[in-house]
């Protein structure tokens, strides 16, 4: 069976598996690389559909467990906040 190299993997951006394929063969080998790189799981369902399938690919490609592809890496949300905070309430002087 051929493969269909511009099936879309991520439809919500429009990434097709050749892009996918393409950038693991440059040497990116995680959700992470693919997703930056291509918008791959960037997209309106924020990878629930196709993060799956893209390891897989990244696993088949690569034959990095898909287990450890997969493993999530959290990243706690960034805001800011008063140098107060830090100094017992109080504001540094200026
Ligand atoms: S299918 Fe990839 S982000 Fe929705």
């Known amino acids: 069976m051929k493969e269909d190299k511009e099936l879309y993997i991520c439809r919500c951006e429009e990434v097709t598996l050749r892009e996918i394929e393409q950038v693991i063969d440059e040497g990116y080998h995680t959700l992470d690389d693919v997703k930056r790189i291509t918008r791959a799981g960037m997209g309106l369902c924020q990878g629930r559909s196709c993060s799956k399938v893209i390891a897989r690919i990244i696993s088949q490609r690569t034959g990095i467990p898909i287990e450890e592809i ?10 800011t906040e008063k140098l107060g905070v830090f100094n017992d309430g109080e504001e540094p002087q200026t």
């Open 70 to 79: 997969l493993q999530v890496k959290y990243r706690f949300p960034v805001r």
